[in-house]
């Protein structure tokens, strides 16, 4: 079943079920997948619609760093609640350790030796990982590993 559909087959589940901040959140993500296909004039791909999730879940991080500083411990919850809905959705993350192996790949694999041959290495290393983890701690594997290569 496509993601789309999984959304929505949630969404309808979620308001039988009367969960109406599932519903907000389903109903928020199912808006921004449509401005998608509004802005493409086509149907959102696969990819599109993880876009739309990270950038949800991206949102949800920072909100709730900003209502931790704010001392708001209900709204820190309900943002978790909504993260925790929207990473259901997503593939399952890799562990640092296989994003290790993926970037050592990719650096045999570009012969890169130094770090100005980082970004060549982050095309293949995210081409590999595509959306399995975060491209912040992929960059700071490859920037590690360039700096300190394994002897």
Partial sequence: MSLKKQIQSR??????????????????????I???????????????????????LRARKDSIAEFEKASRADLVEAEKAEMELIASFLPKELSEEEIRKIVSSAI?????????????????????????ADGSQVNRIARELLQNPPS
């Fill in 11 to 32: 969404l309808k589940q979620a308001m039988k079920e009367r969960d109406s901040n599932t519903v907000r959140t389903l109903r928020t993500l199912t808006a921004e």
């Fill in 34 to 56: 449509k401005n998608v296909e509004i802005e493409k004039r086509a149907e959102a791909s696969e990819e599109d619609i993880l876009r739309v999730l990270r950038k949800g």
């Fill in 108 to 132: 045999e694999k570009t012969g890169a030796s130094s770090m100005k041959q980082i970004g060549a290495v982050m095309k293949a290393a995210l081409a590999e990982v595509k959306g399995r």
